[in-house]
């Protein structure tokens, strides 16, 4: 660790917690622990090791919900406008981030909260790239909110920890290819709920809570307007061409189309479960959620612009938007750079001779 002086003071003792995060003991011999709370390095470390080394004792920690607590703080963000204004997915799943966290650092003064902590806290979850986002994006709603209407703390220890990338992109859900698009389109023709599913999905960008609640009467002038569920923003799209033929071509409900077999609306959670069984017969990885960046990264990389995609897809910041965007550029300007690669003679042809997947894949192996 940066700034440990060496040799290393007697008696202080390193070791990473199951939560991934560093902290530091006193232990003479085979005595007691004691641990030191205060940010390592700092004078209040020093002073909090001398004291353990002497004996003295050491202050209490809080009380569950003590003022100034992590608990103490979640509580009161709880209670905030800017959490009641969340969707109830999102307090849901935050939610179960907060007390999972209370349970291990509840007592915490906030104040000791640091960028430290929190990147540890992403590395400790590596392996689960998703659900180290989910944290993070638990921990900056958070501490947006402390920083701003709560002014509990004057900074945000999670403003310069970055986002793990998963294993197909930044966000953890599998992006469709495009044949696994036209696997799917082959299993599951025009006229099929699983086909209909597919064809909302795609051609509307709706989250899976709101695909299900889509029906006739959000439609008028060929315009779809409904406001989603996740931001409570209202987004317009609409009904293309493709789209338009599944919805006609589909025994459909009327206040949704897309229903169980019963012919009951689907609630998101089955219809979630439903659409992977459907995805798993035809052979396909996708989820409902991956399916939406698709249409996301196909409208990017036909030239749809960050404000058209923030639109269409209901995102209230270019984030989301910029990432699609940028690489779908990277993409354009890689595939038209190549060309540089060629000896000058060679790019001043006006006629290059294409090269197809058959010319490719038909010669003769060399000998």
């Known amino acids: 660790m940066d700034g440990m002086p060496r040799p290393r003071p007697p008696h202080l003792v390193r070791q990473q917690s199951r939560h991934g995060v560093w902290v530091w003991y006193v232990r003479k011999g085979h005595g007691p622990r004691i641990r030191l709370r205060e940010p390592f390095g700092s004078d209040a470390f020093w002073s909090e090791y001398r004291a353990a080394l002497e004996g003295a004792p050491q202050a209490p920690r809080m009380a569950a919900g003590a003022p100034q607590s992590f608990s103490w703080a979640i509580n009161r963000y709880r209670a905030s406008s800017a959490w009641h204004v ?9 939610d179960a981030i907060y007390k999972a966290l209370e349970k291990t650092i509840g007592r915490e003064p906030l104040g000791r909260i640091t960028e430290t902590t929190i990147d540890n806290s992403m590395k400790a979850r590596r392996d689960r790239p998703h659900s180290a986002n989910n944290f993070l994006k638990a921990m900056r709603g958070f501490y947006a909110w402390a920083t701003g209407d ?23 859900f599998h992006t469709w290819t495009e044949e696994e698009m036209e696997r799917f389109e082959a299993k599951w023709p025009i006229g099929t709920r699983a086909r209909l599913a597919f064809d909302l999905l795609l051609y509307t960008g709706l989250r899976r809570g709101d695909v299900v609640k889509l029906g006739r009467q959000h439609i008028r002038d060929g315009v779809i307007t409904i406001r989603t569920e996740k ?15 599944s919805i006609e071509a589909t025994k459909t409900g009327d206040l949704a189309y897309l229903v169980t077999r019963d012919g009951t609306p689907f ?8 659409f992977g069984d459907c995805c798993r017969a ?6 409902a959620h991956g399916l939406r960046k698709a249409g996301a990264t196909r409208a990017a990389e036909n030239g749809a612009s960050e404000r058209q995609l923030m639109a269409m897809y209901g995102w209230t910041d270019g984030d989301m938007a910029r990432h699609y965007t940028e690489a779908a550029s990277r993409r354009r300007l890689s595939v038209e750079g190549s060309e540089f690669l060629l000896p000058a003679h060679m790019r001043n042809a006006t006629s290059p001779s294409p090269v197809t997947r058959q010319s490719l894949t038909s010669r003769k192996p060399l000998k």
Not at 151 to 172: E, I, Q, S, Y
């Open 150 to 172: 709560g002014k509990l703390v004057a900074t945000d220890p999670t403003r310069a920890v970055h986002m793990l990338k998963g294993p197909n992109d930044r966000v953890g």
């Open 86 to 94: 969340l969707s109830k997915a999102s307090r849901k799943q935050r």
């Open 267 to 274: 609630v998101k959670e089955g219809f979630g479960n439903w």
């Open 282 to 287: 035809a052979g396909c990885p996708g989820s």
């Open 231 to 245: 931001t409570g923003d209202v987004v317009f799209i609409r009904i293309l061409p493709p789209l338009a033929r």
